[in-house]
T-cell receptor
Framework: QKEVEQNSGPLSVPEGAIASLNCTYS??????FFWYRQYSGKSPELIMS????GDKEDGRFTAQLNKASQYVSLLIRDSQPSDSATYLC????????????FGAGTRLFVKA | DVKVTQSSRYLVKRTGEKVFLECVQD?????MFWYRQDPGLGLRLIYF???????EKGDIPEGYSVSREKKERFSLILESASTNQTSMYLC??????????????FGQGTRLTVV
């Protein structure tokens, strides 16, 4: 079982719709969870972090965390064509030092 | 702004060559990482370091080694390059926090082609 799993997509949504991206992780002691966005040919950049169960909102983005189910999600409201990218779920895991483990990413296409 | 700089954007090397990929960060971060990114496989951790002269194997260390002689610099070494090491290599750094609640900052990536 992979440590961090995501549907690879592609996920296609119309402009203005809500895009829902999901992620599960295997390490129960993980405490820190992140969503990165990666445009084609570019490096990943952080868009959301979440550390406690529940929802965290930042503009059009909402991250949701359920540690009991080992599940993290990202909702993008009012999706725009500029949101088209690969979204990477990441989890910090401790093995002598903290390492960041990434999922394979979900490709999102927002159609104008 | 945090800056993570990788020495080359594109590299072409021959099979069997020893290859050095350099990464420098300017924010005094304790943690540094090397990932490779391949289509459909996402970012896979090769090695990471949480202190000078310290290194830990990631998920795919075979065929690679690393060096961290100074806090700001983390080098990835391909001892004898092979064609299956053709990939995008990404370096990242993050500060130490006891909780682990820190983001990783990435360099621009090095696209390595081994012929």
């Amino acid at each position: 079982q992979k440590e961090v799993e995501q549907n690879s997509g592609p996920l296609s949504v119309p402009e203005g719709a809500i895009a829902s991206l999901n992620c599960t992780y295997s390490d129960r002691v993980s405490q820190s969870f992140f969503w990165y966005r990666q445009y084609s040919g570019k490096s990943p950049e952080l868009i959301m972090s979440i550390y406690s169960n529940g929802d965290k909102e930042d503009g059009r983005f909402t991250a949701q965390l359920n540690k009991a189910s080992q599940y993290v999600s990202l909702l993008i409201r009012d999706s725009q064509p500029s949101d088209s990218a690969t979204y990477l779920c990441a989890v910090n895991s401790y093995t002598g030092g903290f390492k960041t483990i990434f999922g394979a990413g979900t490709r999102l296409f927002v159609k104008a | 702004d945090v800056k993570v700089t990788q020495s080359s954007r594109y590299l072409v090397k021959r099979t069997g060559e020893k290859v050095f990929l350099e990464c420098v960060q300017d924010m005094d971060h304790e943690n540094m990482f090397w990932y490779r990114q391949d289509p459909g496989l996402g970012l896979r951790l090769i090695y990471f370091s949480y202190d000078v002269k310290m290194k830990e194997k990631g998920d795919i260390p075979e065929g690679y080694s690393v060096s961290r002689e100074k806090k700001e610099r983390f080098s990835l070494i391909l001892e004898s390059a092979s064609t299956n090491q053709t990939s995008m290599y990404l370096c990242a750094s993050s500060p130490f926090r006891q909780s682990g609640a820190v983001e990783a900052f990435f360099g621009q990536g090095t696209r390595l082609t081994v012929v």
